[in-house]
């Protein structure tokens, strides 16, 4: 999930960041004795750690200094960052504080926009207690997880090893010559292997996008790499094979100590950081334990490779997912090189495309989760709850489980639906600490199983001062399966600090006091993705439309970072006065424009409704956050940040008058609402299709926009999503040229490429969709052509994954004879060019206009198509301007490769139009010569 996803909009000398659904929060752990703050060539981006190298939420940042009117004020988003990009050149003091550390305060040079600066700092623990108290831990002991996660002192083998070949999948390994060192076995058999020696490792991608996707990274359309040392992670037979082939004999395995111990702080410590937003947490031993209490489960084959070039690459071939919490995809090669860090391949297994099973709505999941229920209490920053999880298998005989809980949140009883203790697997959550549960039995293919989990821990919500909040944790506050794909139902019940208000997911069923608390029970009405709840001292403001219910919850004060911002204010040098700007912000009280919050919903739902077919849910809760710079969406819950609670005024004078933050508030809440349909009621498969929710989202904003503020927003906002597509960043590569759309996620996962899926699942899926409404745009009759495909999309994939493939089967069912270009009734020509390819075309466009008589005018000109492949097709729009600022649509001309074609038409008009042009409402993505 995740989120890792962020939308940036710059605003002033602040960042501002739509975080929009499914990113994973993190939020400070309480222990952690440092932060380290960097800066970047962009301005001054902070990054803020704790002494583990994991990112944190939530850190409030000030930034001051004598060329800043009003000192900035900040906190980091989901990924630990803030960013600064219109700084000028000067001096300046930064502020960082969070909870549990001592104030920080470090003066900083910045050079200037393009500069790079770098910033390093360490916090000193404050001196308040800050350890988390946990109910005696009851976690039972499985002997043989035990046994293999144990130091291993004896029981090495050795065989020397000359000229040995073997392939895995698309990998090529050649052992030229060394020696191989098996590792003890468990339960009789080998899992791990040492090579030391010379040898190379070569991939030659079977897919021609993989091929082009390499080539981009690393210039060359092959892979390859000599190596000095192996570390082979295998359950696919491998080992038994060279155990039966090579001359072993026994070894005390001192030359392989150091090597030991370097794997030992790789498996446990460096990947389970998930380097680059890569499988976090991961618990190598518990895939073991799962291989040997399954023998019939998916096999792997991991190779971590020292080498020459690259001395920290990781190869993988794994029949359950190389990456598992985004795509169903077998086969994996990354560079975790914290520095130089790139997911260099992602595919599916060669034979599923041999046989067309490489689709990404195929699921590895071994259980389907019915349904969650949830007793949570919250005090203060602690939450202690016990969620029971109730499951059907899909699959017989797995009985090592694995569930999305946030190793911060500490598991002290696992026990099955008779009260019975079972064990389970949970490390320090600074090391590899997944949560797992070892089944006393193993599972059966449709036979539902319950186990109750209770755990306590920090994290989860932090005090912003003002009665305000921060939910972090969001998607790993509890334990859940299927990563967004697997549909549940929820029952939750929280136990809450009565003078604050709660809001769940789900429909209130029952609300009590105990004492100083307040419970509140919640249950959904649909089956849903995820859960979550928002929680502060809320005033609420309700109202309805049509059949559904809508609650707004802001609060009266603003977060301690906001607090009194008039007082921050510069005095006036010649008068000695305050400015008049101070009275110009006036009181910073966000549920004061509840009701525009109300207003916005109302017009939202009654558009989407039309467009996209009827929200599902019956009832949504809008709830401000303190965090300025990002919103969210869960099903019913709408997570807006604290600044779409101010008024244009305050935005104003906080922003030094830039007006992107009242750009990017134009469209957090309808982009946010949008995600009720796009990512709850129809639900991506994988990260190739996750435009299919961010894209889908955006340009629900965007038709917001249309109807509610007019064309010229409209237009105004595709032209900026025009730019993020095509701008080229500090290394010279724009979005557009780094990869497909339709590779999501992996186009952020290099350094050079980092902020890439921003920039091109959000505004490319958004313009795919905007397109192909152009496409089906009719005079007569409008946008029912789009609207019938919409709703056909919604109620065909209602509650249910979905891909690309869908919805372009979707999309060729409703197309227009003119969109018919191959003359097969598909649409792998748009698909192509546009989901799947990386081209933008370039045009160029002229004409003239002559008055033919009797009512009619003769225009003339040529349309121009370059930078692209000899097959890359367009259907481009040609318009006419007419003096009142209308557009008269006089037809669609085809335009395939790079070719010039000629317009020579004569239409009727009822008069003579100022111009002629080409894609008056950004028709086509594209650019102008």
């Given at each position: 999930m995740f989120s890792n996803t962020l939308l940036r909009r710059q605003a002033?000398?602040?960042?501002?960041?739509?975080?929009l659904s499914f990113v994973i929060v993190a939020t400070l752990p309480?222990?952690?004795?440092?932060?380290?703050?960097?800066?970047?060539?962009?301005?001054?981006?902070?990054?803020?750690?704790?002494?583990?190298?994991?990112?944190?939420?939530?850190?409030?940042?000030?930034?001051?200094g004598e060329t800043l009117a009003v000192p900035l004020s900040t906190v980091t988003d989901a990924k630990g960052t803030a960013t600064l990009t219109t700084l000028p050149a000067g001096t300046y003091t930064v502020e960082i504080s969070a909870p549990g550390f001592k104030e920080f305060s470090e003066t900083v040079a910045v050079k200037g926009e393009g500069s790079t600066d770098t910033l390093a700092a360490k916090l000193e623990v404050a001196p308040t207690e800050q350890t988390v108290t946990v109910a005696a831990n009851n976690k039972l002991a499985d002997p043989v997880y035990t046994q293999l996660r144990a130091a291993v002192t004896t029981g090495f083998q050795v065989a020397p090893v000359e000229g040995l070949q073997f392939k895995r999948d698309v990998g090529l390994f050649a052992l030229t010559k060394g020696k191989l060192y098996l590792l003890p076995e468990t339960m009789n058999r080998n899992f791990r292997a040492i090579y030391v020696g010379q040898g190379t490792f070569t991939l030659t991608p079977e897919l021609w996008q993989e091929r082009k996707y390499l080539k981009n990274i690393t210039k060359a359309e092959t892979f390859s790499e000599e190596f000095t040392q192996l570390v082979i992670l295998s359950s696919d037979g491998f080992l038994a094979d060279c155990k039966k082939k090579l001359p072993f004999t026994p070894d005390d395995g001192s030359a392989i100590k150091s090597i030991l111990e370097d794997t030992n702080t790789l498996l446990h410590k460096t990947l389970p950081r998930g380097i680059g937003g890569f499988r976090g947490n991961d618990n190598f031993e518990a895939q073991e334990l799962a291989a040997l209490y399954w023998p019939q489960r998916p096999t792997y084959f991991h190779a971590f490779i020292k080498g020459t070039k690259n001395k920290s690459l990781w190869y993988g071939v794994d029949r359950s997912g190389f990456f598992p919490t985004q795509g169903p995809e077998e086969v994996g090669l990354v560079n975790y090189d914290d520095s130089d860090f790139a997911l260099l391949y992602h595919a599916h297994a060669t034979e599923k495309y041999a046989r067309g099973t490489a689709v990404s709505t195929f699921s590895h999941n071994v259980i389907d989760v019915l349904n969650y229920t949830i007793e949570a209490v919250i005090s203060k920053e602690t939450l202690t709850a016990t969620a029971a999880v109730a499951f059907r298998g899909t699959v017989s005989g797995p009985r090592v489980l694995t569930f999305g809980l946030e190793p911060r949140l500490r598991v002290n009883r696992v026990t099955d639906s008779q009260g019975t203790a079972i064990p389970f697997i949970q490390e320090s959550e600074k090391n590899d600490g997944a949560f797992s549960v070892i089944l006393p039995t193993p599972i059966k293919n449709g036979v539902e199983t319950l186990i109750k989990v209770s755990y306590e821990g920090k994290g989860v919500v932090t005090d912003a001062g003002g009665g305000n909040y921060f939910v972090g944790l969001r998607t790993s506050w509890y334990p859940s399966y299927g990563d967004f794909k697997d549909y549940a139902l929820y029952e939750m019940t929280f136990k809450s600090p009565k003078k604050y208000?709660?809001?769940?997911?789900?429909?209130?069923?029952?609300?009590?006091?105990?004492?100083?608390?307040?419970?509140?029970?919640?249950?959904?009405?649909?089956?849903?993705?995820?859960?979550?709840?928002?929680?502060?001292?809320?005033?609420?403001?309700?109202?309805?439309?049509?059949?559904?219910?809508?609650?707004?919850?802001?609060?009266?004060?603003?977060?301690?970072f906001l607090r009194n911002p008039q007082q921050d204010l510069p005095q006036n040098s010649r008068a000695g006065t305050v400015t008049d700007e101070s009275a110009a912000v006036g009181e910073l009280t966000p549920s004061r424009l509840a009701n525009d919050a109300l207003v916005q919903t109302q017009n939202a739902l009654r558009l989407y409704n039309h467009f996209f077919g009827e929200y599902p849910y019956g009832q949504i809760a809008i709830s401000q956050q303190p965090a300025p710079n990002f919103g969210q969406a869960w099903p019913m819950l709408v997570y807006l940040p604290i600044t779409a609670f101010f008024d244009k005024t305050q935005l104003f004078f906080l922003t030094r008058g830039n007006n992107q933050l009242g750009k990017f508030i134009d469209v957090v809440g309808p982009h946010e609402l949008a995600h009720q349909?796009?990512?709850?009621?129809?639900?991506?498969?994988?990260?190739?299709?996750?435009?299919?929710?961010?894209?889908?989202?955006?340009?629900?904003?965007?038709?917001?926009?249309?109807?509610?503020?007019?064309?010229?927003?409209?237009?105004?906002?595709?032209?900026?999503?025009?730019?993020?597509?095509?701008?080229?960043?500090?290394?010279?590569?724009?979005?557009?040229?780094v990869g497909p759309l339709w590779y999501g996620l992996r186009l952020d996962l290099t350094q050079k490429t980092s902020g890439t899926y921003r920039r091109t699942v959000y505004p490319k899926g958004a313009y795919v969709l905007h397109m192909l409404r152009r496409l089906m745009w009719d005079p007569q009759t409008g946008d029912q052509k789009f609207i019938e495909m919409m709703h056909d999309f919604t109620s065909t994939y209602r509650f249910k994954p979905t891909s690309t493939e869908n919805f372009k089967t979707i999309a060729e069912k409703h197309m227009t004879p003119a969109m018919n270009l191959q003359g097969n009734g598909k649409l792998d020509w748009f698909f192509l060019n546009w989901v799947y390819g990386t081209e933008v075309p370039e045009f160029g466009f002229s004409a003239n206009v002559a008055d033919a008589g009797d009512g009619k005018f003769k225009i003339t000109g040529t349309l121009t198509q370059a930078n692209v492949h000899d097959k890359f097709a367009v259907i481009v729009p040609i318009y006419a301007e007419m003096e009142d600022e209308k557009y008269v649509l006089l037809g669609r001309l085809p335009i395939i490769g790079n070719a010039t074609q000629n317009l020579d038409v004569t239409v009727p008009l009822t008069k003579k139009p100022k111009r002629i042009l080409i894609n008056a409402f950004h028709d086509v993505l594209g650019t102008n010569k």
């Open positions: 002033g000398a602040v960042i501002w960041f739509l975080c309480m222990s952690s004795p440092a932060l380290r703050v960097e800066a970047s060539v962009e301005g001054l981006k902070i990054t803020v750690t704790d002494a583990n190298g994991r990112l944190v939420a939530g850190a409030a940042i000030k930034i001051s208000s709660l809001v769940a997911t789900g429909k209130m069923e029952k609300q009590s006091t105990e004492g100083d608390f307040q419970v509140t029970t919640w249950k959904s009405p649909q089956p849903m993705v995820v859960a979550g709840f928002n929680f502060a001292l809320y005033k609420k403001k309700s109202g309805k439309d049509a059949n559904t219910d809508i609650d707004i919850y802001a609060t009266e004060r603003v977060p301690d349909w796009w990512g709850h009621m129809v639900v991506w498969s994988s990260y190739h299709d996750q435009w299919l929710s961010e894209g889908f989202a955006d340009f629900s904003a965007a038709l917001y926009l249309e109807q509610v503020r007019g064309l010229k927003r409209a237009n105004e906002f595709w032209e900026e999503e025009r730019r993020l597509i095509t701008e080229k960043n500090r290394f010279g590569l724009a979005p557009a040229d």
